[in-house]
């Protein structure tokens, strides 16, 4: 069963007031610390979803190198400020072209989403396919990353606005999926304005 990471960095970092993806945290930008654990996972292709001029000088050089960039693919959208709906749809559109079962889908500004994490939620998916998708809560709320398999993928096709995973998950899903509950906050970590960013600094 193929599964394909649909990696979320098109985003415009209004509230932080800067690219969030290129702030260092301890020596490597933000938004390469979560593509690094997805490449070192078991999905077989990561599709990182990105503005239409963005020059990737977020990615540390080392993903560059052909152990890891055989197995990511830059998606450039091909309108700019869709919201996220529209980069979700982006890669669902190349996925469903590489006949991906499920995506897992993740967020460049989560940097402590880990490997195992992300395998966590494969296998899951590998054990029981007949799920809908397979979902992270933490203090009662549903976080990304998320695993959907393709039988979802209609319904994210009709995602509109800034309108992400999250809000779906959140109610509108009555189809049958699992939830795990996990204790360990930081892997749901996300940066989006200085005082988060501020927070993580030693």
Request: proline share 4%.
């Amino acid at each position: 069963m193929k599964v394909l990471g649909i990696y979320l960095a098109a985003g415009d970092s209004r509230r932080m007031g800067t690219n969030k993806l290129l702030m260092d945290i301890r020596g490597i930008p933000l938004g390469s610390l979560a593509l690094k654990a997805a490449l070192e996972s078991s999905i077989q292709q990561v599709l990182v979803i990105t503005k239409r001029d963005d020059r990737l000088s977020w990615i540390t050089p080392h993903l560059f190198l052909s152990n890891y960039c055989e197995k990511w693919t830059p998606v450039q959208l091909k309108k700019s400020n869709q919201g996220q709906a529209y980069s979700i749809i982006s890669g669902l559109n190349v996925a469903l072209d590489l006949r991906a079962d499920a995506v897992l889908l993740q967020l460049a500004d989560q940097p402590f989403v880990t490997t195992t994490l992300i395998n966590f939620l494969i296998r899951a998916f590998r054990r029981d396919p007949s799920q809908s998708f397979f979902a992270c809560k933490y203090q009662g709320v549903l976080r990304p990353p998320v695993l959907f398999t393709k039988k979802i993928f209609p319904r994210l096709m009709g995602l509109q606005g800034d309108k992400g995973a999250r809000n779906l998950l959140n109610g509108e899903f009555k189809e049958k999926g699992k939830v795990f509950d996990f204790d360990n906050g930081d892997y749901f970590l996300d940066v989006d304005t200085m005082d988060d960013y501020l927070k993580l600094k030693p």
